[in-house]
């Protein structure tokens, strides 16, 4: 015997027993028989989603009553029903109100009013299932931004307050490691890739990229460290040949003068003038400092 008969989205508000609870009922149904009727409304199960499972589960015959109201009476139906009988904890009765209320247009963005009443907002859900208002709110972003921890709070395993929190802990990882994807991405197109590429974690990126950002920081003040040596010695080379007139210099080539024992060569002075035009060519190419724009203009 098997009946097949799909939920009535009213229905779908609470969530189903366990799978103790309806072991439990279908001993009961199978021992004494179907004390309640199932309620059917258009053509969907309205009350009763349990009691046809263990119906099916014992093997007997389920009974149904119609209702003859509208949308309007069959929530109020199962809200009373399911409110009063259902022995739900806080957390998940804030999911039921959450449900309700975002239907009634609580999602953001989704203009759908599926339950439309003007009784339907949170304050008096808050009330009707005696939860606060801040709870309903919780379980409404959960079910739209986490259904996993939804899922797990609606079993009734996990508090409510306990998982919103690891929601939020979860939300601030991600908001964590986008902002660590951007950096990885501004800073070099080849994390990004191993991250897509499952080659590299997101942590492991960061990792070399610190450790790349410290070596390039670390070779940036090396260079700077050099710079600041070479401005030494070519201030030194400028000012004390410019110091001395051309009859001085030459007077170091003369046979037998002073200083011509010396160890510096023509070939010395050709060496570092290739190295010196090396830095003039690699290191500033075309580009010229704003120094010698205005020597030029001068």
Known sequence: MTVK????????????????????????IKENGLRQAIIKYQDMVLDGRNRLVACERAGVEPRFDVYPGDDAGAL???????????????SQRAFVAARIWMANGATKGSGRRKFQSETLGVKRLAGQFKVSTGTITQARDLIQNAPD???????????????????????????????????????????????????????????????????????????QLW?????????????????????????????????????ITARHIAEAQAQLERIRTITFGERQHDSDRQAEKD
Do not use: C
């Not at 008969?5 to 439990?24: C, G, S, V």
């Not at 109020?76 to 904890?89: K, M």
């Not at 004390?240 to 003369?254: E, G, K």
């Open 149 to 223: 921890l939804a899922r797990e709070v609606e079993a009734g395993g996990t508090g409510l307050a306990a998982v919103y929190a690891e929601w939020q802990k979860r939300e601030q990882e991600a908001k964590r490691q986008a902002a660590e994807r951007k950096r990885i991405a501004a800073h070099s197109a080849k994390y990004e890739e191993a991250i897509k590429a499952g080659t590299m974690t997101v942590d492991e990126a960061v990792k070399q990229m610190r450790a790349d950002l410290e070596k390039a920081a670390h070779d940036a003040q090396a260079r």
């Open 227 to 263: 710079f600041e040596k070479m401005e030494d010695i070519l201030a030194v080379i400028k000012e004390s040949i410019a110091a001395v007139d051309d009859d001085f210099l030459a007077w170091f080539t003369q046979p037998g003068a002073p200083g011509t024992e010396t160890t």
């Open 76 to 90: 109020a139906l199962v809200l009373s029903l399911n409110v009063q009988r259902r022995d739900l904890t806080s």
């Open 5 to 28: 008969l799909k939920a009535h989205p009213y229905a779908d508000l609470f969530p189903m027993m366990t799978d103790a609870e309806l072991d439990a009922l279908t001993a009961d």
